[in-house]
């Protein structure tokens, strides 16, 4: 079956008891059992619940991969995915990843003996040489957040197979309609389940999908995600599972608009930079092409003065700002002050997150909409 046949209907069967197109929200706390070892599947919501099994067969199905769990938030789940490490293992990640999963490795998983070494995942010469005897990890964030840097993931993967290592994906940008980081290689998939898959600025999640022929660390991270209990409930496994029914029809809009915005914005006198895969002038958009079916709906672009952007932000009369990403409606976000905040100035600095720098997620408005709206609040 197609994507958006998948989408709509894997886990998603109609319900046995009533016949109900929609998946029910169990929303119990515990079952009844018919004995002593006899139940029907179920036993505690926390280790199990229909409808965020309903979920994460849906989100499996939809990545490619053997196996997917839901947790409370997107760094929840990356959480989770690091902890089947040990104390003294070392991870290679993505330099320039968002904010919070900085903050998380090198506030909180540090402190439990994890050690982390940051690198260009794009340059494949400077992602092997940070790698270590004790190295275990390889995690890509790609495009990364918020300047759309990009790394070769079947590179990053046959560099990991090559040295032992796992390797992961944040995929949250690019949903699984636009890149499929299991089929290129990876062995992790990690998403905010908040932002495309969801859709619609109303519920908080996050998932993990594993590849296939990786059943051993499937069970583990199920373990993982019944001992921590930081699982999705069912209300937000439901929302995920509405959203994703029109999850290919929205990315064809949001990458729709995105094109059109970034063009925009390139040729405005107002914008020093835009930075968006599908553009011919990102430097990596090549790879994008290979890598991606699609370019998304998330841009970042610099003014030309830190005074331009309060400016602009206090006229948007159409456009948001705030924080979050991949709802229908058009956001704008300011990443030194909101995403990237817990970083210090030259932190940012060292990436590239000037106080010029600007992130949008670009919605699923009438374009001309968004774009008359950026013009108005630019002139």
């Known amino acids: 079956m197609g994507f958006a ?16 197109i929609v998946t029910p929200i169990y929303q119990t706390s515990t079952f009844v059992q018919e004995g002593l070892g006899r139940h029907k599947g179920y036993e505690y919501a926390r280790s199990r619940n229909p409808t965020r099994d309903a979920l994460e067969r849906n989100l499996a199905a939809l990545e490619g991969g053997a196996g997917a769990l839901a947790f409370a938030s997107g760094m929840a789940a990356i959480n989770a995915a690091l902890s089947v490490f040990s104390r003294g293992d ?11 999963t900085l903050r998380l490795f ?10 982390f070494t940051y690198a260009d995942t794009g340059c494949l010469a400077e992602a092997e040489k ?7 990890l390889l995690y890509v964030e790609t495009p990364t957040n918020p300047l759309m840097a990009l790394s070769d993931l079947r590179a990053a993967a046959d560099l990991a197979r090559s040295r032992g290592l796992l390797l992961a994906v944040d995929n949250t940008f690019m949903s699984p309609y636009f890149q499929r980081p299991l089929a290129l290689g990876a062995d992790i998939v990690i998403h905010s389940t908040t932002k495309y898959l969801n859709g619609h600025s109303d519920g908080i999640g996050g998932a993990v999908v594993v590849a296939a022929g990786r059943e051993d660390l499937l069970r583990r991270l199920k373990f993982i995600q019944n001992a921590a209990g930081a699982i999705l409930g069912p209300m937000d496994s439901w929302l995920v599972l509405r959203g994703v029914k029109t999850l290919a029809v929205r990315m064809r809009q949001h990458n729709q608009n995105a094109m059109a915005v970034a063009a925009w914005l390139s040729s405005n006198a107002h914008v020093a930079r835009v930075y968006y895969p599908g553009l011919p002038s ?3 958009h090549e790879l994008a092409r290979r ?3 699609g370019f998304g709906g998330m841009i970042a672009f610099e003014l030309h003065s830190f005074e331009a952007v309060g400016a602009m932000l206090g006229r948007l009369r159409l456009c948001s700002l705030g924080e979050s990403l991949g709802g229908v409606e058009t956001l704008v976000s300011h990443p030194a002050t909101m995403s990237h905040v817990s970083l210090t100035p030259e932190e940012r600095a060292a990436l590239g997150i000037s106080d010029r720098l600007l992130r949008i997620s670009v919605g699923i408005e009438d374009v001309e909409d968004i774009i008359g709206d950026l013009d108005q609040a630019l002139s």
Not at 5 to 20: K, L, M, S, V
Not at 90 to 100: E, I, K, L, P, S
Not at 106 to 115: A, I, Q
Request: hydrophobic letters at 30%.
């Open 5 to 20: 046949t998948d989408a709509i209907h894997i886990g998603q069967e109609p319900d046995p008891a009533t016949g109900a």
């Open 130 to 136: 940070a790698l270590r005897p004790d190295s275990r």
């Open 291 to 293: 890598q991606m079916s």
């Open 90 to 100: 070392h991870v290679v990640c993505t330099r320039g990843a968002y904010g919070g």
């Open 282 to 284: 990102h430097p990596r």
């Open 106 to 115: 090198n506030s909180v998983l540090t402190r439990f003996g994890l050690e």
